[in-house]
């Protein structure tokens, strides 16, 4: 079965012909080329590869190309390109969040999604906002100081 | 204006790139004419293959075996030994063996048609634990006891002190298998080029790669060519095995004389890669009437699945470090590695350490409880000090600070007022462990074996090239180097590039490993940075290559194990806090402090992303990460939904400090660190558990389900 599906994948509207059980993360690797979002459990567990879904964050590994039909997609190659995303970018490289780096590109989807939830937020909030988002190199700390220092930085921005 | 010490920290040369998304890793690459792979493995245990039955394949799709290694080649991978198999022939050690690689344009279709491929065995019985291994379980596969190393250090006379003893405390320690969970999965591709191939991999070491498949098709060094790939994260995860990926790739590189990409799923590399070897560690110590340790022997056993690859190195460092950084009279250490039907053990952070490390460390609270003395009093009484001896009979050359980190870190966390507020069995509880690593390759292998060089370019536009074969794979080397090297130089650090290594370019520095590429490979770059500061005006375009030298005076001799087998080590201090529910016995960890000799920081944050990754690694080793193994159906845990490593919400941030004690070989005094931090932590949990529950824990991991069965 194969079906166009509209949506909006940062700020350009696009269209696609293809399986609606393809996987949002194939289609975005594949067919767009946008290869920041990684791929690392397959199953939703671990974060690399989050975008945002009109303003959500969702793993795309779980995510079936039908559910996506008329929806607003930003991934790290969209958020890059804002203000809000330069300021994460930049304080994540600061404050030493970035290791082996292949969470990173989620991490920082998962930032800008706790940020606009919490602009000011505290240390439990910045935890519990990574929570879904698996690092195996920093033990976390230092990622969930650079989103505070993001945070600081960017004031009013959020 | 005063120079900044080497250690203010510097934005990390790759992080934009990573942050941003724009890094390529190996799945980002794309060739025109590329073709994917998928490994077809064994479904057993144990036995032979009888029949291997294919369903029809398309145009264009190739099934690859060893029947495709050419006359001249070997199915061989060398790694340090040579008895891993490429391809698997006849008989099949362990479920996940190689047998062969289904090549083909279309990934689904592959996916498809390898679910399709039935392969009919004749099953055998299988030893999968250490105690099968040693018992030889369905016969031996291995020699005639299924060891693959045996051997035995001795400092002093062990029986004398037997004869001695007041009494004689027997104590068995158990760890489990540990998967290295990089984000990033096993990944590489072979691209035939001409007479050669071209092999890009996720690896730790390119020059380990080269040398371990170019016999496969009987092709010389030079005509493998190694380019490493943005690395995410190996841990020694990346060190032998991406072997076992591109060997197979470049057998069916030259059968379909196009690239070859193969990526493994997260569910592949969960079940089918190597992990950190179980232990089995029995102490018997013996006591004099007042309680002195007079000796220990210890009978170190480590499981090292179906092939040997580096275990035979990896017990070495084991039984090094049996004794800790402790000073013990009289020991007598044995090591074996069994063979096993399991997936092969391999390299992981610490390398053997971690686990002698946290038995000794358990052990010590043990002698202390059956002595009715406080543990850390116990273990401050043979702390290890410069000048003394070690365990094989070597000397420790620094000054040894480990009082120094013993006061910051029970500072730091209150030791002193909480070990006596949480009495026994309170549900609260604080632990202390302390640890050591012996840096870079043991005894003269640096010198011996390793032979490292590094080179560096001067161009033409006045940048200079890091060209060695040392690998970024997320430790912060490429900074480090670049901090080195411009540090050296006197140039800013813009002006220096240091990019992943191709080994057709770069000089061999040896592998990424043992925690020597600061400690070691810095020091040679450090020299030919001198070299090139000499000549900076000379020439515009022109290279400084200098060479490893071998301090004086640390004798060793490989064969027996004695001597120095450490010219200098990194040392820890970790303090874990918890609480146990009472109904649950789940355990949450309310306070971490660590205090680390590891020299001189060259780069505080890169040093402190380290500390803190290392410990949190760590603790998931002793908290959270089992991993069971089933004889029909292999490891049980293989996704991140059920082999559970830590989140941002199961730890607390850290506190952590450093005493600098400068290494006189280092560069800018610096020691290596990257698997000492890994070291301790673990031990230091289960201490705090112990008294929380006021239980004796003699094996990691302890979830909340192994607690229970302790208690109930």
């Known amino acids: ?158 | 204006m005063a120079k900044k010490p080497i250690g203010t920290p510097l934005r990390r040369t790759d992080a934009i790139a990573k942050a941003s998304g724009t890094e390529k890793y190996l799945s980002d690459m794309q060739f025109d004419d590329m073709l994917y792979a998928r490994m077809v493995r064994s479904g057993i245990s144990r036995g032979t293959i009888q029949d291997i039955s294919l369903p029809p394949l398309p145009d264009g799709y190739y099934f690859i075996t060893y029947k495709d290694i050419p006359e001249g080649g070997k199915n061989e991978l060398v790694m340090i030994k040579s008895d891993y198999r490429c391809f698997a022939e006849q008989d099949v050690r362990y479920i996940g063996e190689t047998i062969g690689l289904l090549v083909g344009p279309n990934r689904s279709e592959l996916a498809d048609l390898v679910d399709k491929i039935s392969i009919t065995y004749n099953e055998e019985t299988p030893a999968i634990t250490i105690e099968e291994g040693l018992a030889c379980t369905g016969g031996p596969f291995v020699g005639t006891d299924n060891l693959f190393c045996d051997f035995t250090i001795n400092k002093g006379d062990i029986e004398d002190v037997f004869t001695r003893a007041d009494r004689i405390i027997e104590d068995e320690i158990i760890t489990g298998w540990q998967e290295h969970v990089h984000l990033e999965t096993n990944a590489a591709l072979a691209q035939p080029s001409g007479d050669s191939y071209i092999i890009y991999a996720s690896a730790q070491c390119p020059f380990y790669v080269r040398k371990s498949i170019a016999g496969l098709l009987g092709l010389s060094y030079e005509q493998v060519i190694v380019r490493q790939t943005t690395t995410g994260g190996a841990f020694g995860g990346k060190e032998h095995f991406p072997d076992v990926l591109a060997g197979p790739l470049l057998v069916a590189a030259s059968v379909v004389k196009r690239p070859v990409q193969l990526v493994f799923d997260r569910h592949e590399d969960g079940a089918y890669s190597v992990k950190r070897h179980p232990s089995r560690t029995i102490f018997k110590t013996a006591l004099a009437a007042d309680g002195t340790i007079l000796g220990m022997d210890i009978d170190v056993v480590y499981n090292a699945g179906g092939y040997e690859s580096c275990s035979y190195v990896v017990l070495q460092r084991g039984v090094f470090h049996a004794t800790g950084v402790y000073n013990i009279g009289v020991s007598r250490v044995r090591g074996r590695a069994v063979a096993t039907n399991t997936f092969p053990s391999d390299a992981f952070r610490g390398f053997g350490a971690p686990q002698t490390l946290f038995a000794i460390e358990t052990h010590m609270c043990h002698l202390a409880n059956e002595l009715g003395v406080d543990p850390l009093e116990l273990k401050k009484q043979y702390f290890l000090k410069q000048g003394d001896s070690t365990v094989t009979n070597g000397h420790i050359f620094e000054k040894v600070v480990l009082s120094e980190m013993l006061n910051q870190v029970k500072t730091a966390s209150d030791y002193d007022r909480k070990i006596k507020e949480y009495t026994l069995g309170s549900g609260k509880g604080i632990g202390i462990a302390f640890y050591n690593h012996g840096g870079a390759f043991t005894g003269n292998g640096e010198q011996m074996i390793i032979k490292a060089k590094a080179r560096l370019h001067k161009r033409a536009d006045g940048i200079v090239e890091i060209l060695v074969g040392s690998t970024e794979m997320g430790q912060g080397l490429q900074t480090a180097f670049t901090k080195i090297v411009a540090d050296t130089l006197e140039i800013g650090t813009d002006r220096i590039v240091y990019p992943n290594p191709d080994t057709s370019v770069v000089a061999d520095s040896g592998p990424t490993v043992a925690s020597r590429s600061t400690m070691i490979v810095g020091k040679i770059l450090e020299r030919a940075a001198l070299e090139m500061k000499n000549r900076w005006n000379e020439d515009t375009d022109f290279s400084t290559e200098a060479q490893y030298e071998h301090p004086e005076g640390h004798p060793w001799d490989q064969n027996t194990f004695q001597g120095d087998a450490y010219i200098a080590y990194g040392w820890g201090a970790c303090v874990v806090e918890v609480s146990v529910d009472p109904l649950t016995y789940e355990v949450q960890t309310t306070g971490i402090w660590s205090s680390h000799d590891i020299g001189v920081p060259i780069d505080e944050l890169v040093v402190q992303g380290q500390i803190n990754g290392g410990i949190i690694q760590s603790l998931g080793y002793a908290a959270m990460e089992k991993l069971d193994y089933h004889p029909k159906k292999g490891f049980k845990q293989i996704g991140l939904s059920d082999y559970i490593i830590p989140t941002s919400m199961d730890f607390p941030s850290q506190q952590w400090d450093l005493v600098h004690n400068p290494y006189p070989y280092g560069p800018s005094g610096a020691k290596g660190m990257g698997e000492l931090v890994f070291n301790g932590a673990s031990a230091a949990f289960v201490d705090a558990v112990s008294r929380a529950i006021d239980c004796e824990i003699r094996e990691i991991p302890i979830p909340p389900e192994t607690i229970t069965e302790l208690l109930v």
Not at chain 1, 26 to 42: P, S
């Open chain 1, 1 to 158: 079965m194969i079906r166009e599906i509209q949506f909006t994948l940062n700020g350009e509207v696009v269209a696609l012909t293809c399986d609606p059980l393809k996987r949002l993360l194939d289609v975005l690797r594949e067919d767009f080329g946008l290869t920041g979002t990684k791929e690392a459990c397959g199953e939703g567990e671990c974060g690399a590869c989050s975008v945002l879904k009109d303003g959500k964050i969702i793993t795309t590994c779980m995510v079936p190309m039908g559910a996506v039909h008329g929806c607003e997609i930003m991934t790290i190659e969209g958020l890059r390109e804002t203000q809000r995303g330069r300021v994460i970018i930049e304080a994540f490289a600061d404050g030493g969040a970035v290791q082996c780096g292949f969470c990173i590109p989620g991490m920082v989807i998962a930032a800008e999604s706790l940020l606009e939830e919490h602009p000011e937020p505290t240390e439990e909030q910045i935890r519990l906002g990574i929570s879904g988002n698996l690092c195996r190199c920093t033990g976390y700390d230092l990622i969930v100081e650079s989103i505070r220092l993001a945070a600081q930085r960017g004031k009013g921005l959020w």
